[in-house]
């Protein structure tokens, strides 16, 4: 389910529409839904990290959460890379998936994942789960080399 098709949509702060899917910015996480048949990489993380840093700022934690509505790809190994070089910004990550293949590929995208990742079956239990580690995060960051 699309998060603009939720009771969510109202509380949608920036909306991103970039060629890789649509970003949607709220107030301590960001919710992607990737378009079909991408290739997210290293070039396609950066390119939203630089919308994340324009509307968050440099020294905030959100959480990060894929709504895997489509089919596409993630080179595993660039998260290695962005873990390294901006992992202290990301709070927790949510999957949400809704079929087999989608859970196979969460079990394997994790072994490259830093941090607090959790898979769901579904965004409302995603977005309770990212708001609670939010609730319990005290740690801040600031960023130099952006």
């Given at each position: ?134 609730k319990k995060s005290t740690k801040k960051i ?5």
């Open positions: 389910m699309k998060i603009s098709d939720t009771h969510y949509k109202k509380k949608i702060l920036h909306h991103v529409r970039l060629k890789t899917g649509d970003y949607y910015f709220f107030k301590n996480f960001i919710v992607s839904e990737v378009h079909e048949g991408v290739q997210f990489d290293w070039a396609a993380g950066e390119e939203l990290l630089y919308h994340v840093y324009e509307f968050y700022g440099g020294s905030v934690r959100v959480g990060y959460i894929s709504n895997r509505i489509n089919s596409y790809n993630v080179v595993p190994r660039d998260w290695l890379k962005f873990y390294k070089e901006h992992g202290e910004g990301v709070l927790c990550t949510a999957i949400i998936s809704y079929n087999g293949i989608s859970v196979k590929n969460f079990l394997l995208e994790k072994i490259f994942m830093a941090g607090k990742v959790k898979h769901f079956d579904n965004l409302t239990s995603a977005i309770e789960w990212v708001k609670e580690k939010k600031s960023y130099s080399n952006r």
